[in-house]
C-alpha cells in the first residue's frame, strides 16, 4: 500500500487550483523538474485546501502525467483509472501520448478505506460517512473537512486489490464538524488588549517625554537643574517607546492570527 500523509494544519493556505495550474504549465512544456515540485506543492494544499472532485481529478491526472514523464508509465496508470473515475476525459493539451495511456490504463480490482475514529469524510471529493467504504484500488484523496470546509486530516492513499487500508487521523471521536471555526474570537480580543496597553504605554512614554523638556528648560534657564532626573526621564520615555511598538506589534498579529492561525480541532 502507498500512502502520503499530508500535514492538514497550515498558517495560510496554498491555492490549490493555483496549483494545479503551475503544474499543468511544467507538463505542458514537458519539464520534469518543475513537474514534481508542483506535485509536491499540490499535495501540500490537499492537506488545507478543500479537494473537489474536479480539483482531485486534475491532481490523479497530472500525477500519472508526471509519472510517465518521469519513464514511469506502469506507476503512472493507476493514476489515470482514478481519475478517469471522477472525470472520464483527459485534458487533450497534455499531449497524444497522455491521453493514449489515460485511455488506455486499466482498473485493477477493488479494495476498501476505513477510517478511525469512524468520521465523515470525502475520498476524491465525495462525502462518505460509513466506513469502510468500497473503492477502486488505486490512488484516492482522503480528507476530513468541517462543514465550512477547513481541512483536519488529509491523505493520499493507493490501497492494493482486495486490501483494506486504515487510516488514523487522530482526530478526537466526538468531533463536531459542524462548529465554527472560531467559537469565541479570542486572538482578536487578546490583540485589542495589548493595543489598548501599548496606547496606555505610549501615553506614559508622553509625559515622561514631557517631564524630561521641562528638567531640560529648567537647566537651561538657569533654575534648580536636576540633570539626574532629566536623564532619567528621557530613558524612562525611550523605555515605555519601544514597549508601546512593541504591544502594537503583537496586537497587531493577534488579531492576524483570528484569520490566519490553524485551529486545532
Not at 110 to 130: E, K, N
Not at 167 to 195: N, Y
Not at 235 to 261: M, N, T, Y
Request: proline letters at 8%.
Amino acid at each position: 500500500m502507498l500512502l502520503f500523509l499530508i500535514a492538514a494544519a497550515s498558517a495560510r493556505c496554498p491555492s490549490l487550483p493555483d496549483t494545479l495550474d503551475a503544474w499543468r504549465e511544467a507538463l505542458l512544456f514537458q519539464q520534469p523538474g518543475e513537474a514534481v515540485v508542483a506535485m509536491d506543492d499540490a499535495t501540500d494544499a490537499l492537506g488545507c485546501a478543500p479537494g473537489y472532485p474536479e480539483l482531485v481529478a486534475r491532481y490523479l491526472l497530472y500525477r500519472g502525467a508526471t509519472l510517465q514523464l518521469l519513464g514511469k508509465p506502469t506507476e503512472a496508470a493507476p493514476f489515470y483509472v482514478s481519475s478517469r473515475a471522477i472525470q472520464p476525459e483527459p485534458e487533450l493539451q497534455l499531449g497524444p501520448d497522455t491521453v493514449a495511456a489515460f485511455r488506455a490504463a486499466a482498473l485493477d480490482g477493488l479494495s476498501q478505506i476505513s477510517l478511525d475514529p469512524a468520521t465523515p469524510a470525502y475520498i476524491d471529493g465525495r462525502m462518505y460517512d460509513s466506513w469502510p467504504a468500497a473503492v477502486p484500488a488505486g490512488p484516492h484523496v482522503v480528507q476530513v473537512r468541517t462543514t465550512d470546509d477547513r481541512v483536519l486530516y488529509a491523505a493520499v492513499i493507493a490501497p492494493a486489490d482486495g486490501q483494506q487500508a486504515l487510516l488514523q487521523s487522530g482526530l478526537p471521536a466526538t468531533i463536531d464538524l459542524d462548529a465554527p471555526r472560531h467559537p469565541f474570537p479570542g486572538w482578536i480580543v487578546g490583540g485589542a488588549t495589548l493595543i489598548l496597553g501599548g496606547g496606555a504605554m505610549a501615553w506614559a512614554a508622553y509625559t515622561q517625554g514631557e517631564e524630561s523638556k521641562l528638567l531640560y528648560n529648567g537647566c537651561l534657564n538657569g533654575s534648580l537643574c536636576d540633570e539626574e532626573g532629566f536623564f532619567a526621564a528621557g530613558k524612562r520615555a525611550d523605555a515605555l517607546s519601544v514597549g508601546a511598538w512593541g504591544l502594537w506589534g503583537l496586537g497587531a498579529a493577534g488579531i492576524s492570527a483570528q484569520f490566519w492561525w490553524p485551529e486545532k480541532p
